[in-house]
């Protein structure tokens, strides 16, 4: 075949050769041979990479691209030889139309794009071998083999997502499953790998579930070595994030108590105990449940129920305490302290239930740090993924109390944990912005996890040097902006700080946090609108208005809208000359796109304008004010 092929290549090759001499050759009409040099020179490169794959070559397609690429260059050359004759009177005779031009630009460009359609397909004939190939070892190979098979099948599809689809179609997913399964330590961990990797769109993702990998996930995280465990975990995010609609099988297979125990792990004392009941449970487990709660007596003074500091740091904290605290709330006990209750099947049953919860801690201690942080990072990062827009799966989360895992995260994890976990909480704030139960039952002011979550969040704002972190604790606390209590303005501060003293992005976060606390579906909306005045608010929202970068200047009027309509008699808001910056805004055009913030704008303007008026009937002194213009 490379034979026949190479005799199919020659003359154009040839051609081309010509094609460019005469080019350079040419007198008259120098553009136009320019450009059909610059084409030629694109189709040579092309020829050569052919001739070099002449081996992998399909013969029919060949000859007919080739054939209509021959057909292409000898018009170019005939074309472009016409304009290097030397005298004018043969210039006359050789009259060359514009249309010779362009008809042979078009042809070359078509054989361009023919010879790239043929080199790519022998590419991906390759690349399907490969796949076969590697499969196959999957099914029959050994051990060790499978294991290279399944690194290989990784680096195809990190290569672009057509691999991915083609090693779904080509039945991969059962062979990694098994892989991942039975394999060896490493074999498991590039199998994991693999299956998140080819979850890159809907349909994908449910072809790899349908496969049964969530029973195989739900093992791995009970039983697997660590490196697996983050691995699958990992995998977990990344199909959940590709498609959100299963995140309600994951849900349905426990994988969501799994992750809160791994992120429990090391982090708070008894994490075992940190997991929800399985929903199977029957009514006489839960009356057990119950009857043990209400019997057992917690000694505080006992050194079992001390908790150890989370991470091994001896030093006590007030996350630390709070932690303590809470957990002495809900009633942990040492084992010594259970009573025998009648009837050993609901005893069994009972057992049953908490064991199925737990995951094995065998070996999970002698793990190395880096091992144990990156765990907890992508469990973190599952659980973002799962909980996002999600109500069930965020009561099941809270239910956990992984709130308060979250907390202690984020004030003593790596970069990688924290992130994960304030992107965690950042979702399930979301969703309980929406979710008044959920709101009521995680997030109560008097909550012990709500106010140690808070905290963190605060103390991160509070940072210049956490710019990781910083948006989505914003993001957090603005959710979050129903819970406060018309006393508790301590989050208002750091947010109108933020305004002025940071990046746009980050500015644009903080008034969209603040619009939160002082829009009309907050209840407290007027205290707020006059703790963000207290703060100097208004001050810096004229500023951005004016002066700020487009990113930031919506939301900021809108912001600003909210406060001048509700607390419109401010000396702060005169002072700054709200009024005319108002006016100004509701003049330019890429203010008022949004209906919401051109309605608030004329609603805001006319209350400060009415009472402007009232004040000069009333000969209350106004404050000199000047016409704005930015």
């Known amino acids: 075949m490379a034979d026949v092929v190479k005799q199919i290549l020659a003359k154009p090759i040839q051609l081309v050769d010509q094609v460019i001499q005469a080019a350079d050759e040419a007198i008259a009409f120098k553009q136009d041979c320019a450009d059909l040099k610059s084409k030629t020179e694109k189709l040579a490169l092309l020829l050569l990479r052919t001739a ?254 001390y908790i150890a500091h989370p991470l091994g740091n001896k030093k006590h904290t007030q996350m630390h305490n709070v932690v303590t605290t809470t957990t002495l709330m809900k009633g942990q006990m040492k084992p010594s302290q259970q009573i025998p209750v009648n009837g050993a099947n609901s005893n069994h049953q009972q057992q049953q239930s908490l064991s199925s919860t737990r995951v094995s801690n065998e070996g999970r201690e002698s793990e190395d740090p880096t091992t144990k942080a990156y765990m907890k990072a992508m469990s973190a990062r599952a659980l973002s993924k799962l909980a996002k827009g999600n109500s069930p799966i965020c009561h099941s989360i809270t239910e956990s109390r992984a709130l308060l895992c979250f907390a202690v995260l984020l004030e003593k994890g790596d970069k990688n944990v924290q992130y994960n976990s304030a992107m965690a909480v950042m979702e399930i704030t979301a969703v309980a912005e929406q979710d008044s139960d959920l709101r009521k039952s995680a997030f109560k002011p008097n909550s012990p996890a709500c106010k140690a979550v808070v905290e963190q969040l605060l103390r991160i704002i509070k940072r210049e040097d956490l710019n990781l972190l910083i948006i989505p604790c914003i993001r957090a606390i603005g959710n979050l902006a129903r819970i406060f209590r018309a006393t508790e303005t301590r989050m208002i501060s750091p947010l109108v700080k933020l305004l002025v003293e940071r990046e746009a992005e980050i500015s644009n976060e903080a008034a969209i946090a603040l619009t939160k606390f002082s829009c009309k579906d907050n209840y407290l909306h007027l205290d707020h609108c006059k703790a963000i005045i207290s703060a100097g608010g208004a001050r810096h929202l004229v500023q951005l208005v004016s002066f700020g970068e487009q990113i930031v200047k919506s939301s900021a009027l809108l912001l600003l809208c909210y406060i001048a309509l509700h607390v419109p008699d401010s000396d702060e808001l005169a002072q700054t000359e709200v009024l005319s910056v108002l006016k100004w805004a509701s003049k330019q055009a890429f203010l008022n796109q949004d209906e919401k913030v051109k309605t608030l704008l004329q609603e805001s303007t006319s209350r400060l304008e009415l009472l402007s008026i009232e004040k000069r009937i009333k000969g209350i002194p106004l404050i000199a004010s000047t016409t704005y213009c930015a």
């Open 52 to 305: 070099q794959a002449s081996n992998d070559l399909y013969e029919r397609p060949t000859r007919r691209i080739i054939g209509d690429t021959e057909q292409a260059l000898e018009k170019a050359l005939s074309v472009v030889s016409k304009c290097r004759r030397p005298t004018v009177m043969k210039r006359i005779f050789f009259i060359i139309p514009a249309a010779d031009f362009r008809n042979s630009s078009s042809q070359l460009e078509d054989s361009i794009g023919g010879v790239s359609w043929l080199l790519n397909v022998t590419a991906s004939a390759d690349e399907l071998c490969l796949i076969w190939k590697h499969i196959a070892i999957l099914c029959t190979g050994s051990i060790s083999d499978q294991t290279a098979a399944a690194a290989s099948l990784v680096s195809l599809a990190k290569d672009n997502d057509q691999n991915g689809k083609l090693i779904i179609e080509e039945g991969g997913v059962g062979p990694l499953i098994k892989l991942l399964k039975e394999g060896t330590l490493e074999g498991q961990e590039k199998a994991a790998k693999a299956i998140g990797l080819l979850g890159r769109d809907s349909e994908s993702v449910e072809h790899i579930a349908h496969a049964g990998v969530c029973a195989v996930f739900v093992k791995i995280l009970k039983e697997g070595q660590m490196k697996v465990q983050a691995m699958v975990a990992w995998a977990v995010s990344e199909l959940v994030a590709h498609h959100p609609k299963c995140q309600d099988i994951f849900h349905q297979h426990n994988i969501i108590r799994l992750l809160v125990s791994h992120i429990a792990f090391e982090t708070v004392q008894e994490h075992s105990k940190y997991a929800i009941v399985s929903k199977a449970t029957s009514t006489d487990d839960v009356h057990l449940a119950n009857n043990l709660t209400s019997t057992y007596k917690v000694n505080e003074d006992d050194d079992n129920n």
